[in-house]
T-cell receptor
Framework: AQSVTQLDSQVPVFEEAPVELRCNYS??????LFWYVQYPNQGLQLLLK??????LVKGINGFEAEFNKSQTSFHLRKPSVHISDTAEYFC?????????????FGQGTRLTINP | GAVVSQHPSWVICKSGTSVKIECRSL??????MFWYRQFPKQSLMLMAT?????????EQGVEKDKFLINHASLTLSTLTVTSAHPEDSSFYIC???????????????FGPGTRLTVL
């Protein structure tokens, strides 16, 4: 079984500042890793995913994340945030097996951008 | 690409009635669809996994007779909340995925959600 821990429930930052949202996972098998963003009263939008290969993954809206196998982490970063980045961010994992590949989500991090 | 729609986006119903929520993959064939429930300020909780043409697999603690799931085609899954009560009020989100092994078969694409309020 997998589990995901998002270490910060809320992260306030000023506009144009850098941000890092932390995610650690636990799994006994190899996993795929995802970051999703949820704007108020909306579904989830895929930001980026790590499947294999380069450990630095670039996504939409200027976000990137780095997979660190030894630290079992997949932290999300953006060098300069905008007001429009205010949203809830979810880290998720799924196993690589041939089964249902269910997603296991973290509790979410609310990113608030202040002007 | 990979667009998933849900209908309705919100619904208000009286206690004891049934509500059907539709989830459609608009530009791809979804072999598998998932149904989630999200309470305010919380993460998503997987309710069930549905494969086209077969019965849904429910997560532990989810009443299959209360939350009826039908995945009749490769582009449509429905969730029916039967005899709804106020405690069923929540945000219901579906996701869809192509067959594992195909390009993109590793990623779930989410619908915009349906907010259910039971009076």
């Amino acid at each position: 079984a997998q589990s995901v821990t998002q270490l910060d429930s809320q992260v306030p930052v000023f506009e144009e500042a850098p941000v890092e949202l932390r995610c650690n996972y636990s799994s006994s098998v190899s996993v795929y890793l995802f970051w999703y963003v949820q704007y108020p009263n909306q579904g989830l939008q895929l930001l980026l995913k790590y499947l294999s290969g380069s450990t630095l993954v670039k996504g939409i809206n200027g976000f990137e994340a780095e997979f660190n196998k030894s630290q079992t982490s997949f932290h999300l970063r953006k060098p300069s945030v905008h007001i429009s980045d205010t949203a809830e961010y979810f880290c998720a994992v799924s196993d690589r097996g041939g089964g249902a590949q269910k997603l296991v989500f973290g509790q979410g991090t609310r990113l608030t951008i202040n002007p | 690409g990979a667009v998933v729609s849900q209908h309705p986006s919100w619904v208000i119903c009286k206690s004891g009635t049934s509500v059907k929520i539709e989830c459609r993959s608009l530009d791809f064939q979804a072999t598998t669809m998932f149904w989630y429930r999200q309470f305010p300020k919380q993460s998503l909780m997987l309710m069930a996994t549905s494969n086209e043409g077969s019965k849904a697999t429910y997560e532990q603690g989810v009443e299959k007779d209360k939350f009826l799931i039908n995945h009749a085609s490769l582009t449509l899954s429905t969730l029916t909340v039967t005899s709804a009560h106020p405690e069923d009020s929540s945000f219901y989100i579906c996701s869809a995925r192509v067959r594992v092994g195909l390009a993109g078969g590793d990623t779930q694409y989410f619908g915009p959600g349906t907010r259910l309020t039971v009076l």
